[in-house]
């Protein structure tokens, strides 16, 4: 979550080791956390998860926060009845269903949709058998999870007895001593959670905001009714906002896509893999998660140099008539200052992204096709004009022509600019 006035967008997720008999590290479960202050803040629930969802798969990524173990992450009732954990690969996601929610039958048919798609579904705080009353739930479920500090030894040995029946396997949870974890194993208990093990860790990472404008114009050209989405305009919109389409990148990686793994060498080609419907009921996730995020200063001049560096790439592609690589060479322009947005190094920033081997080679800085339009992209910008000549010649690009191609993306990116950070930004359209 934004801190106002903060120059970096530093988001927060805590997690908390689940582990096997063997002591072994089964999965983590993922918390919210607003700040580096290891405690819940009040939040509306469904906020809470969706802060957790983004910034986890989306910001700082599980092979850093899980170590690509698998993550409990708690449901309500609401985001379950939107299938937002279909958005998530099965092998990465435990759901786990908060213990205020009431199955109706519509619900009980999503847990079973769920099971049948592979999802490992778990019940939080059981306290009671009035939770597992319904058979047909139990069929669905897999994990319970039972707070042995609340739940007294009789009751406990009945939730256990049911639990057995229905082959269901049995998480205790809040265990805080070596006799404790002792009691529950012989009890039959066979994941365990609790500060005996571990309290919660707060891991943090670096968040680029999306523009409240992009995000507007995206949700008006999705919510069109009567036809079909316009691709191409949507790829015009995205094509203005960084932190858009990294997240987007991201999402296809993390997601239960059957094109996951595909590499991607534009960013029309990540919007149509990803698909009109789950891209609506993204921007629905992120309208819970962004509402009161702002881009600060640094980020604004991060966004705009990278649109005029795609501008540039893009343009010196269409000279040199590479006009089936000019959409690749604007991606890469557009995602060269990844590492600076995200405060890593260009290899983890890009590492999870589906990206064209090349595009990721060129980011990285090996000298492909991509990196030369990059490279002169960057020497203008900078002034390095020796460098500059000799990516020209390589190239056979006079100065003239790409002093013209400069001044074009500077006047392109400025209009951009000031479009989205005027005063009422949120009522621009980007014509």
Same mark, same amino acid.
């Given at each position: 979550?934004?801190? *106002?006035?903060?120059?970096?967008?530093?988001?927060?997720?805590?997690?908390?080791?689940?582990?096997?008999?063997?002591?072994?590290?089964?999965?983590?479960?993922?918390?919210?956390?607003?700040?580096?202050?290891?405690?819940?803040? %009040? !939040?509306? %629930?469904?906020?809470?998860?969706?802060?957790?969802?983004?910034?986890?798969?989306?910001?700082?990524?599980?092979?850093?926060?899980?170590?690509?173990?698998?993550?409990?992450?708690?449901?309500?009732?609401?985001?379950?009845?939107?299938?937002?954990?279909?958005?998530?690969?099965?092998?990465?996601?435990?759901?786990?269903?908060?213990?205020?929610?009431?199955?109706?039958?519509?619900?009980?048919?999503?847990?079973?949709?769920?099971?049948?798609?592979?999802?490992?579904?778990?019940?939080?705080?059981?306290?009671?058998?009035? /939770?597992?009353?319904?058979?047909?739930?139990?069929?669905?479920?897999?994990?319970?999870?039972?707070?042995?500090?609340?739940?007294?030894?009789?009751?406990?040995?009945?939730?256990?007895?049911?639990?057995?029946?229905?082959?269901?396997?049995?998480?205790?949870?809040?265990?805080?001593?070596?006799?404790?974890?002792?009691?529950?194993?012989?009890?039959?208990?066979?994941?365990?959670?609790?500060?005996?093990?571990?309290?919660?860790?707060?891991?943090?990472?670096?968040?680029?905001?999306?523009?409240?404008?992009?995000?507007? /114009?995206?949700?008006?050209?999705?919510?069109?009714?009567?036809?079909?989405?316009?691709?191409?305009?949507?790829?015009?919109?995205?094509?203005?906002?960084?932190?858009?389409?990294?997240?987007?990148?991201?999402? !296809?990686?993390?997601?239960?896509?059957?094109?996951?793994?595909?590499?991607?060498?534009?960013?029309? /080609?990540?919007?149509?893999?990803?698909?009109?419907?789950?891209?609506?009921?993204?921007?629905?996730?992120?309208?819970?998660?962004?509402?009161?995020?702002?881009?600060?200063?640094?980020?604004?001049?991060?966004?705009?140099?990278?649109?005029?560096?795609?501008?540039?790439?893009?343009?010196?592609?269409?000279?040199?008539?590479?006009?089936?690589?000019?959409?690749?060479?604007?991606?890469?322009?557009?995602?060269?200052?990844?590492?600076?947005?995200?405060?890593?190094?260009?290899?983890?920033?890009?590492?999870?992204?589906?990206?064209?081997?090349?595009?990721?080679?060129?980011?990285?800085?090996?000298?492909?096709?991509?990196?030369?339009?990059?490279?002169?992209?960057?020497?203008?910008?900078?002034?390095?004009?020796?460098?500059?000549?000799?990516?020209?010649?390589?190239?056979?690009?006079?100065?003239?022509?790409?002093?013209?191609?400069?001044? /074009?993306? !500077?006047?392109?990116?400025?209009?951009?600019?000031?479009?989205?950070?005027?005063?009422?930004?949120?009522?621009?359209?980007? *014509?």
């Amino acid at each position: 979550m934004l801190k *106002k006035g903060r120059k970096q967008m530093e988001v927060f997720v805590a997690r908390q080791p689940i582990l096997n008999l063997n002591e072994e590290v089964y999965a983590y479960e993922l918390l919210y956390r607003d700040s580096h202050v290891n405690q819940f803040t %009040a !939040i509306d %629930a469904s906020r809470a998860t969706t802060e957790v969802l983004v910034n986890s798969f989306l910001t700082i990524g599980l092979d850093r926060l899980s170590q690509n173990k698998p993550c409990f992450i708690n449901f309500t009732e609401k985001l379950l009845l939107d299938q937002i954990p279909k958005h998530f690969n099965p092998g990465q996601l435990i759901v786990e269903i908060l213990e205020d929610v009431c199955f109706s039958e519509d619900l009980i048919g999503e847990c079973r949709d769920l099971k049948e798609k592979g999802y490992t579904i778990a019940l939080d705080d059981v306290i009671s058998l009035e /939770q597992l009353s319904n058979p047909h739930l139990l069929h669905y479920i897999d994990i319970i999870k039972v707070d042995i500090r609340v739940v007294p030894a009789k009751l406990r040995a009945d939730i256990i007895h049911l639990a057995k029946a229905y082959d269901l396997t049995l998480l205790a949870e809040k265990v805080e001593t070596r006799e404790e974890h002792q009691a529950c194993v012989l009890e039959g208990f066979k994941l365990f959670q609790g500060y005996y093990y571990s309290k919660p860790v707060v891991v943090s990472g670096i968040d680029i905001p999306f523009f409240t404008a992009t995000y507007f /114009q995206i949700i008006e050209e999705l919510s069109v009714s009567g036809r079909e989405v316009d691709v191409e305009k949507v790829v015009d919109i995205l094509e203005q906002d960084l932190a858009l389409t990294y997240k987007l990148l991201r999402l !296809i990686n993390s997601s239960n896509h059957q094109h996951s793994h595909v590499p991607i060498q534009s960013i029309k /080609q990540a919007v149509m893999l990803l698909g009109a419907d789950a891209l609506k009921k993204w921007m629905y996730v992120l309208s819970i998660e962004q509402t009161e995020r702002a881009a600060s200063t640094a980020s604004q001049f991060l966004v705009k140099t990278s649109l005029l560096r795609a501008k540039m790439c893009e343009q010196v592609a269409i000279k040199l008539r590479c006009g089936t690589l000019s959409d690749g060479c604007f991606l890469t322009g557009f995602m060269s200052l990844v590492d600076v947005g995200t405060k890593q190094t260009t290899s983890e920033a890009i590492q999870s992204l589906p990206l064209d081997v090349e595009i990721k080679d060129a980011l990285n800085g090996e000298r492909n096709l991509y990196r030369r339009i990059l490279d002169i992209a960057i020497a203008m910008e900078t002034a390095e004009f020796e460098i500059l000549d000799r990516s020209l010649e390589e190239l056979g690009i006079d100065f003239s022509e790409i002093f013209e191609i400069y001044g /074009q993306a !500077i006047a392109w990116a400025d209009r951009l600019y000031q479009e989205h950070f005027s005063d009422n930004e949120s009522d621009k359209v980007i *014509k």
